[in-house]
């Protein structure tokens, strides 16, 4: 609905219900009625309801408030509802509706639970949802006088409805217009100020309580609602006000709002229900059939309130019903300290009586259906974690902290201590630090495992007015945390302290009460003070050493620990699971723990463990390597589980786990009851008979009985399963039945059986009747265990019994054969098995009667006996017969038993010839003739006594012969088939001449029955060849060559007609033939003519040509078995002399003046090089030697007689050059040149290379190298390099003399030579020498001393000069005198050529190191005044800093990336500027003040200070004084109705001394006049004569009202103002800052991309492609192989100068003329550098006095050529064109390519000075091809003009008057020219790679630089997106419509953006500075974002000045510090 104010005519809208009877119109109805008009508005409501002007009624409020004609003008508001009644306190008939509005979107109630509450560190914030709901019960209940009850009712009953949830209190309850405040979303009790009936109204902080358990925490207006629809869909609020009559019941539902929405309807607008108390009328949803209930318990209530959340989530259902004991140990929790008092839940203190800290309760209920309901009063909760840190602490250290004025932090820090191996720190479930306590899956996890105290949890818990903040935490104070080194007390000590933060309302924390906003910021200051209460008492001491000392004491006082005696030794547990805590243990007997001493054996129990243990102590272990008694905090023991019959098992488990309590009558007795509770034996009954004795024997299939067991213990007790749950749960028993055959092969079970216990029937097993098998049986009963089949239980058997019994045979029924063993044989005898068997297949016995009986066909069978044993035998068969062959024949043999079932058997066999009886051998006859030399053979048949050929293994037969000597033995094996051929090798006697007999003998030797057979042999002699024999043939004459003779020969010659001859047996000769010629084979040839052999001659002999190598020859003759050889050895002899050889026994290298160590052997040979051995002693005489050179003074020849050589001795040359010498041996006409390597001498000298003229000094710069390197060499005295290696260098020189590389050892190499680099030189100016002396054979070698002249470095930095008037005076905010800078180098001259963009102006605040500040301003030169002051650099127009202070200023010089110079510091004073303003040294709130009779409601100012200032606020006019005139002015312009001040007054002076004023008090006069409600400004105007300027006064805003009441609201109200207002300017500060940075930074963005497009472009002309991505690491790529390409080429071979230039010791030395410029072509350079020779040498200068300086330092042999000398106009114009070119034609055809030679020179630097040099020096001469083309050109040329000198690339030269030829004109070759020539120039090539490169390094910056910008950009893009900016905006945006609002209510002039109030919210000691560094600004948006706290601090007062205040009307003259 629409307002119903209308306009002037203020006109209101009410409604009104008629419940005056019990029976009345349930509808409403509306009225107009004037604002302030009472009469005509009971008219109204008469007229309306057609009431009598007589009859009585009274017209209320719904809160029962009655309406008169005094009060009707401040209650009656538009749209309010009224009801008539008969009296005030008549009951209400039937319910009536109240309208009620509140505005935001119903999404801002239904969702903000959802976003306010959220989960931490895995906590569901369910809970806290639920304490917001508590927070307002508390605070309702907090003027109760008796119980203060809360109850939190959880339905989830679904028979009385859906879940929901009620709050309800017994309260001072809400009236329908408190409800109303209840529903506006963020109205908080500080904002209910328009209310009178507010349920904060007339707000009062309350007074300090302990631990601000002040109740006072519903604050914010959101909580409830937030809560309710965190948890529900709807929320009913139900309350009764006491001594009221009516309750009112309001519903908000997030259904109604959505029906509200779609039905376009005022959302925040609805009805409150009031009715009479237990009124359940119009509740009709079934789903809300509880509330029935719930609204019938209202009857007799004084007061209270009821919040009914429904609709509430299933998630939370089901969390509220399974996690019940988590939460309420959460609530109790949170409001530990309301339920328990300041002093907490301590377990041990006395009963407390009612009181303030004890009389709430709150208690929970939960209603299941079907269940009965859980009750729990919070105070009952033992095991909250406040509880738990109190009750496990053993001491407190208190202490207490002030904030800001007001704020008061009360803290408690609690020690819980160490206790006999384990940390009493209490665990917190929710806190994710520590493992699960307890696996009841594994058993072998049988303890806890400890942590170490606190572990990673936080020390503090934060409390505000009493109630836990749960997501704020404070970690740690800096003076409580761990020490940086080893304190007191160990570092675990501080792991034992819990603490509690206690904060009143001073402190800032979130609307959903989780978080703290600014506490941990406030605290951790590093000005905030902490005291220790002691008693109550505050303490001021140093909290850090207090809390040491208590720490310490606690340590000593409350750890306990166990004392590990009787050291056993170390050992590895291999049953840790992690190798790294299995060694090393300490072993140990005993503990002392607790005042008690346990040893080994001893009888203990445990605690805490999954099960209880019992036990015997065997070991204590501790970790580590210790040795002795040792103390520590725990351990480890090892127990043997008793009673140890009933548990085989040890464990190991923590010392901490033992029962200290514990006594061993306890344990034994225990293991006495254990042990008679288990089973003991067994009870065997047979109910069918069959019964089974033990040891009884019986047939097989013997029929054993049906058995009944029972199981009984010690007691004789029946039992089915083990004893009680200690044993590890009651187990089952079952009854195993085993029928075990023991046999041979071992036990094998036959039949198993299990039988449990039926309940009603004991075990039993069925009769067996299928044991058959023989043999000895155990019939086991034994009892097993169900789950696990085991027959022992904890390492003891269960009970058994045992039967045993045998099995034996019946009576024979059949048999079969046995195994026979084969082979079987004619005449070997055999056993024939037999096994005879019963029924079963068992084996049986025959009797006497039955005969076995054999037969077989073809054989003959008999045996001799049978055995009649066990294994019934026939031994002795014997069979004989005829078998086919040794392999033998098969027959079928038929055993036959009479009498039996089954009587016949028959068996196959397979029968072998017998054994060898007989040899049979052919031929027959008994004599055999052979020839001599050829074998015999025989044909052998072995047979058996039957006649049977037979075989077997090793059958060997011999045959022997007899009658000659070396006669063969003959042999062969019959053991395969029984015959073979029995041969061999040839029979052969020696020198038989006739027939000759021999005896041969055959047998067989393994077979001695067998007889031998004899045979005669006749040998005949044979015809085959016998004999070999070597003849040498000498004409006619042939000489023998017997066998192994030695035959002397000529070496080199050869042996030729050689013969053999060849003999048989009796020496007949044999004729050769070509077949036996075949047979002939020689050693010494590889071919031989088989002619030859058959005539009888052997091939040539070759001797050897040395006499030390002999020829073995040998002829062979093979004829199969025959082998004749015969063999001769030829040694060779010297032939005649033809050599002379020298050998030299030693090394060849003799050094100069030396003889040589080494002797030279001489030898005489022939022609092979074989030693001549017939010379004598005279040959010596025929030796000569010769060399040039040679010095024969010493020269010895000596004759060796044993070697036949001559000795030479005594060698020696003359000096001379190092070299290759010959000699020269000379005997008769032979000769032999041997060489010598003659080196230098030791050395002697030390010579340095490439340095010539040492007698003049080197010049060199300061910090530079020397012209070249430094290298020695070693010399021997005749000057010749000696290679003498590890020769020890050293540089003597001065110690103010510093060379880099500072290396001062250095050695010769292998040449002798050292080198040492070139050096560079850092010395002071002057001449200094440098010496370099080598160490050789303990004598010291020196070189000549180098002169070294130390220039100045005129290019190197050492100084700035810094140049301003240092009289200016610097006023904040003006500008800087100028500033002059000058770089001044090492010679002290200015620096030039310098950029500007390497110098900086540095400005700081302080006068300290800008090393150490982050908030230095830097600013760059500006340009120089003009180019005459060149090496001058400015600094103009810079300002002044606009705060007054002490600053730095410092210049700075970038000499390279790496290395700054920096100028002394300049410290200036800043003082304040001009008088502008009138300001206060504190920002005043806004007055609010009445004109009643209170003088604290009529102050407008109290203790006001007022300060001129400059309009940079620094404080000034110490020099003012005169005085303040304070005067009150309209807001509006109008004068009427101002008020006046005390004394009727409408101005008050007030004096002015030294710039400041106080003012202690400015008072309105009582019953002043002035418009109620109104805005006036008071203006404070400074009235000072000496100032001629005007000051603008100071105005302040303040709010007139005439009414107290209206100003104590305005009052509220305009605070809140104020505080929006400095929140305000902070958020702009804070958005205005980030945006400022994000615009810079974009703008940087676009400056990075431009400058990479850019060089990109730049790289594209250069060819150079980039791709779109890995950009960075390409160019990385390119750059190093460009670099690289570009090393390359400079390491080419090029042409160089080799003259020295001159040091540049000043910026006017130019240098050499040689090196000014480069020429490329070498033609051309040789030439120029040659006609230019005269001023190669010549040192160029800018100045005369550089060339002066020059001439002085060398005395003058250096030519200089200063360029300020030139008379420049006689130069020539380097763009002239040549003589034969005029007006730009050709006067002739020139030939040769002619060109001015200066157009060949290229200048490396100095182009211009160059120019001009070689203008001067080279003039106009022109370079042709050849002396043809000059001649040619000048003849031409001298025609029509001047022809300058002509030059050649061949060398040549035409002077300028026509002259040339003569060696003056004409160039020598280039290495004649010593390196006197111009350089050439690196190739094009280089300077394109250059530019790349340096494109590339530019282009690689710019990218680095635009990522990196891009990221920054991202970041603070990002930053301003951030959810939390997002949620400053909001609230920025809110307190700007919340500022709107207020000031409109207050009626004042709003706060526009750029409005330049007074009330601004900077403080004065802010620097204004509009454009801050970007650094600056990145902290303060850092900081801004960091921090919640957004108001600027009160201000600190800079200056500090007594002055006295004198006020004639409203104070008095005072003192006051400021």
């Given at each position: 609905m629409a307002a119903g104010r209308d306009g002037a005519s203020n006109i209101l809208t009410v409604f009104v219900y008629d419940r005056r009877q019990d029976v009345s119109d349930d509808s409403e109805k509306s009225l107009n009625c004037h604002e302030e008009n009472y009469e005509g508005f009971r008219s109204a409501v008469c007229q309306a309801f057609g009431i009598s002007s007589d009859e009585v009624f009274v017209i209320t409020t719904t809160s029962r408030k009655q309406i008169t004609s005094e009060n009707f003008g401040g209650i009656v508001q538009d749209r309010m509802t009224f009801y008539l009644l008969q009296s005030v306190d008549q009951s209400l008939p039937s319910a009536t509706r109240e309208r009620i509005d509140f505005l935001p979107h119903y999404d801002t109630l239904v969702k903000s639970g959802i976003y306010e509450y959220y989960a931490s560190e895995g906590q569901n914030p369910l809970p806290f949802a639920l304490a917001e709901l508590i927070d307002n019960s508390l605070s309702a209940t907090s003027q109760n006088a008796g119980i203060r009850s809360i109850q939190l009712k959880l339905f989830f009953d679904d028979a009385q409805g859906k879940p929901a949830v009620a709050v309800i209190d017994n309260g001072r309850g809400m009236t329908s217009k408190q409800l109303n405040n209840w529903a506006v979303y963020r109205l908080s009790k500080f904002t209910r100020h328009g209310d009178t009936e507010s349920d904060h109204s007339g707000y009062v902080r309350p007074a300090s309580v302990p631990r601000s358990l002040n109740s006072d925490i519903s604050y914010f207006g959101v ?118 008092g300041p002093k907490g839940n301590e377990n041990n203190s006395p009963v407390k009586e009612l009181g303030a800290f004890n009389s709430i309760d709150i208690e929970i209920s939960m209603f299941e259906k079907g269940k009965v309901p859980k009750i729990l009063n919070l105070r009952g909760v033992k095991d909250d974690m406040q509880t738990l840190y109190i009750n496990t602490a053993a001491d407190s250290f208190e202490f207490k902290a002030q904030v800001e004025g007001e704020g008061v932090v009360e803290g408690i820090i609690r020690y819980h201590p160490f206790l006999y191996d384990k940390e009493t720190y209490p665990e917190d479930p929710c806190f994710p630090s520590r493992l699960k306590e307890e696996d009841d899956d594994n058993e072998d996890d049988c303890f806890l495992i400890e942590k170490g105290g606190r572990g990673k949890r936080p020390i503090f818990e934060c409390f505000w007015n009493g109630r836990l903040i749960p997501y704020t935490t404070v970690e740690v104070f800096e003076w409580c945390g761990f020490p940086k080194k080893r304190g007191l007390v160990p570092f675990e000590c501080y792991n034992r302290i819990s603490g509690v933060l206690f904060t009143n309302d001073k402190f800032q924390v979130s609307t959903n009460k989780l978080t703290f906003t600014d506490l941990e910021l406030k605290l951790k200051d590093k000005d905030r003070l902490f005291t220790r209460v002691v008693n109550g008492q505050e303490q001021r001491m140093k909290i850090d050493r207090e809390f040491s000392l208590w720490l310490k004491d606690c340590h000593e006082k409350y750890d306990k620990q166990i004392k590990f005696t009787l050291f056993k030794g170390i050992i590895t547990r291999t049953d840790q699971p992690s190798k790294r805590m299995q060694s090393p243990w300490a072993t140990y007997s005993a503990i002392e723990w607790d005042g008690k001493t346990y040893k080994t054996g001893q009888l203990i129990k445990t605690i805490k463990t999954v099960r209880i243990f019992h036990g015997s102590i065997l070991n204590f272990f501790l970790y580590g390597d210790h040795d002795g008694d040792v103390y520590a905090t725990g351990g480890e023991v090892q127990i043997a589980l008793e009673p140890q019959a009933l548990y085989d098992e040890k464990k190991v488990i923590p010392i901490c786990k033992l029962d200290r309590s514990v006594s061993d009558k306890a344990v034994k007795k225990y293991i006495e009851e254990e042990m008679a509770k288990l089973p003991d034996k067994l009870s065997v009954t047979w109910p069918e008979g069959d019964e089974l004795s033990s040891n009884e024997t019986r047939h097989a299939g013997t029929t054993i009985g049906a058995l009944r067991i029972e199981i009984l213990n010690k007691k004789g007790e029946a039992m089915q399963k083990l004893p009680g749950a200690s044993h590890g749960g009651s187990k089952k028993l079952l009854v195993e039945l085993k029928v075990i055959l023991h046999s041979s092969d071992g036990d094998k079970e036959i039949i198993s059986h299990i039988s449990q216990h039926g309940g009603k029937w004991p075990y039993w097993f069925k009769k067996m009747e299928t044991i058959n098998k023989l043999g000895s049986y155990t019939l086991k ?41 084969p082979p079987f044989r004619v005449g070997i005898p055999f056993s024939i098995p037999l096994s005879v068997q019963d029924e079963f297949g068992h084996d049986a016995c025959l009797t006497d009667d039955i005969v076995p009986q054999l037969e077989a066909s073809g054989l003959t069978l008999k045996y001799e006996e049978t055995d ?81 050929i037979t075989a077997q293994p090793k059958l060997n037969v011999h045959c022997k012969f007899s009658g000659a000597p070396e006669l063969p033995v003959y042999a062969v094996d019959c053991s395969s088939g029984g015959l073979n051929i029995l041969t061999g090798s040839v029979l052969h006697v020696k020198n038989i001449k006739k027939d000759q007999t021999l005896k041969a003998k055959i047998e067989i030797p393994s077979c001695k029955d067998v007889p031998p057979v004899e045979k005669t042999i006749k040998l005949l002699p044979s015809n085959r060849v016998a004999k070999l024999q070597i003849f040498s043939m000498e004409g006619e004459k042939a000489t023998q060559i017997k066998h192994q003779d030695e035959i002397s020969w000529v070496a080199g010659d050869v042996m030729q007609n050689l013969m053999f001859q060849m003999y048989d047996e009796i020496e007949r000769e044999i004729i050769i033939t070509p077949a036996l010629a075949e047979k002939i084979k020689v050693n010494w040839t590889p071919k031989i003519s088989k002619e030859q052999l058959v005539k009888g001659s052997l091939p040539d002999v070759k001797v050897p040509t040395s006499v030390n190598d002999e020829r073995f020859c040998q002829i062979i003759f093979i004829d199969d078995d025959i082998r004749l050889e015969s063999a001769f050895t030829v040694r060779p002899l010297p032939d005649e002399a033809k050599h002379i050889k020298c050998k030299l026994k030693g090394s060849n290298v003799l050094q100069m003046g030396e003889k040589l160590q080494a002797e030279i052997e001489v030898m005489i040979t022939d022609q092979h090089g074989n030693q001549i051995q017939n010379l004598g002693p005279s040959s010596v005489n025929s030796l000569g030697i010769s060399a040039n050179g040679l010095d024969k003074t010493d020269l010895k020849i000596i004759w060796q007689e044993d070697t036949q050589t001559f000795r030479v001795k005594g060698i020696r040359f003359k000096p001379g050059h190092p070299g290759i010498k010959e000699l020269c041996f000379n005997w008769h006409e032979f000769a032999h040149f041997l060489k010598l390597n003659m080196i230098a001498g030791p050395p002697a000298k030390l010579i340095l290379m490439d340095w010539t003229d040492l007698e003049e000094s080197v010049s060199v710069i300061n910090g530079k190298e020397l012209p070249k390197s430094l290298i020695v ?153 003009d180019d005459k002051d060149d090496g001058f650099f400015y600094f103009r127009d810079r300002m002044v800093p606009e705060q007054v202070g002490i600053y730095s200023i410092q210049f700075a010089f970038a000499i390279d990336k790496m290395n700054i110079l920096s100028s002394e510091q300049i410290i200036v004073e800043v003082e304040p500027n001009e008088p502008a303003q009138l300001m206060p040294a504190s920002l005043p709130d806004t007055p609010v003040v009445s004109n009643d009779d209170s003088v604290a409601s009529r102050t407008l100012v109290k203790d006001l200070s007022l300060i001129i200032m400059d309009k940079y606020k620094n404080y000034t006019g110490n020099d003012l004084d005169g005085k303040i005139i304070a005067k009150i002015k309209s807001s509006t312009g109008k004068d009427a109705d101002i008020p006046l001040f005390q004394g009727k007054t409408s101005t008050v002076e007030f004096p002015f001394h030294k710039g400041i004023v106080e003012i202690e008090a400015l008072v309105l006069a009582e019953n002043s006049p002035g418009r109620d409600s109104t805005e006036y400004i008071l203006v404070f105007e400074p009235v000072i004569p000496t100032l001629k300027k005007y000051l603008e006064p100071y105005c302040l805003q303040f709010m007139f009202y005439n009414d107290f009441k209206r100003q104590q609201e305005m009052l509220t109200l305009t605070k809140q103002r104020d505080n929006l207002a400095h929140s305000i300017d902070a958020y702009r500060k804070l958005f205005d800052t980030a945006n400022q940075l994000l615009a810079e930074i974009k703008c940087q963005a676009q400056e990075a991309e431009t400058k990479e497009a850019h060089l990109k472009a730049e790289l594209k002309k250069k060819q150079i492609e980039l791709p779109q991505i890995n950009v960075l690491q390409y160019v990385d790529s390119l750059l190093k192989q460009k670099i690289s390409e570009q090393e390359e080429i400079k390491k080419q071979p090029r042409r160089t100068c080799a003259i020295t230039n001159y040091p540049k010791g000043s ?115 022109i370079i042709v091809d050849n002396l043809d083309a000059a001649n040619h050109y000048r003849n031409e040329v001298v025609k029509i003009a001047y022809c300058p000198t002509l030059l050649t690339r061949d060398g040549d030269r035409i002077r300028s008057n026509g002259k040339f030829g003569g060696l003056q004109n004409k160039a020598p070759p280039m290495d004649k020219l010593r390196g006197m020539v111009f350089g050439a120039p690196l190739p094009e090539h280089y300077y394109s790679l250059s530019k790349q490169i340096e494109l590339l390094q530019q282009y690689h910056t710019a990218i680095a630089r635009l990522n990196k910008v891009r990221a920054e950009l991202e970041i603070q893009e990002q930053s301003l997106n951030t959810p939390e900016m997002g949620k400053k905006k909001k609230e920025f945006a809110e307190k700007e419509r919340n500022l709107k609002s207020i000031e409109e209510k207050i009626g004042m002039t709003p706060t526009g953006r750029s409005s330049k109030s007074p009330l601004r919210s900077e403080v004065l000691d802010v620097n204004d500075s509009p454009s801050p560094p970007k650094r600056m600004r990145r902290e303060i948006v850092k900081k801004l974002h960091s921090s919640e706290e957004l108001v600027s601090s009160p201000v600190t007062k800079r200056q500090q000045q007594t002055t006295t205040v004198t006020s004639e009307v409203n104070g008095s003259s005072r003192r006051k510090k400021t």
């Open positions: 909580g409830g609602k937030q809560a309710a629809f965190f948890v529900g869909q709807s929320a009913r609020m139900i309350s009764k006000p006491a001594d009221a009559q009516d309750v009112h019941e309001l519903v908000l539902s997030k259904e109604d709002f959505e029906n509200k929405e779609r039905n376009k309807e005022a959302i925040y607008s609805g009805y409150i229900r009031n009715r009479k108390p237990s009124d359940s009328s119009h509740i009709v949803n079934d789903d809300e059939r509880f509330l029935h209930n719930l609204i019938m318990e209202e009857k007799n209530k004084e007061s209270f309130t009821a919040v009914i959340i429904t609709g509430v989530q299933p998630d939370h259902v089901q969390y509220l019903r399974n996690s019940f004991y988590h939460w309420t140990r959460q609530l109790a929790h949170i409001y530990h300290y309301y339920i328990h009963l034994q009892v097993v265990l169900n789950e696990s089949n085991a027959d022992t239980y904890a390492g003891r058997p269960l009970p058994s019994k045992i039967f045993k019994f045998n099995i034996i045979a019946g009576k024979p029924q059949k048999f079969s054969i046995g195994l026979l063993d009649r044993g066990p294994n019934y035998v026939i031994k002795g068969v014997l069979a004989k017969g005829i078998v086919n062959n040794y392999q033998g024949k098969n027959f079928n043999l038929k055993v036959t038993l009479p009498g039996l079932k089954e009587e016949s058997q028959v068996l196959k066999i397979k029968l072998l010839p017998g054994p060898p009886r007989q040899l049979k051998v052919r031929p027959d006859s008994s004599i055999l003739k052979i020839e001599n030399g050829t074998p015999v053979s025989f044909h052998i048949e072995v047979l058996d006594e039957v006649g049977n060499q070693l010399c021997d005295q005749w000057d010749n390099p000696s290679p003498e290696p590890n020769v020890k260098i050293t540089l003597v020189k001065s110690s103010i003399i510093k060379i880099t590389p500072s290396n001062q050892l250095y050695k010769t190499d292998e040449n002798g030579r050292a080198n040492l680099g070139v050096l560079n030189i850092h010395a002071p100016r002057g001449e200094h020498m440098l010496q370099l002396k080598a160490t050789y054979s303990k004598t010291i070698l020196e070189c000549p001393v180098i002169k070294l002249n130390v220039l100045p470095d005129p290019d190197k930095p050492v100084f700035l000069n810094v140049k301003y008037d240092k009289k200016a005076a610097f006023a904040a905010g003006s500008t800087f005198p100028e500033f002059m800078i000058s770089i001044i180098s090492e010679d002290g001259n200015i620096i030039k050529n310098i950029n500007p963009g390497r110098i900086s102006m540095k400005i700081w605040e302080g006068d300290s190191s800008e090393t150490r500040l982050s908030n230095v301003t830097t600013c760059g030169c500006t340009k120089t005044k910026q006017d030395v130019l240098g050499k003329v040689a090196h000014l410029a480069q020429i490329e072509e070498n033609e051309a350079a040789k030439v120029i550098s040659w006609h230019l020779a005269s001023d190669m040498d010549c040192v160029v200068t800018r100045t005369t006095a550089a060339a002066r300086r020059i001439f002085d330092e060398t005395q003058g042999r250096q030519q200089v050529l200063p360029l300020e000398s030139i008379f420049k106009k006689n130069l020539p114009d380097w763009n002239r064109t040549l003589p034969h070119i005029r007006n730009g034609r050709n006067c002739f055809d020139p030939l040769g390519n002619p060109m001015f030679a200066r157009d060949l020179l290229t200048f490396p630097e100095h182009q211009e000075s160059c120019q001009t040099v070689f203008g001067l020096i080279l003039g106009d001469t």
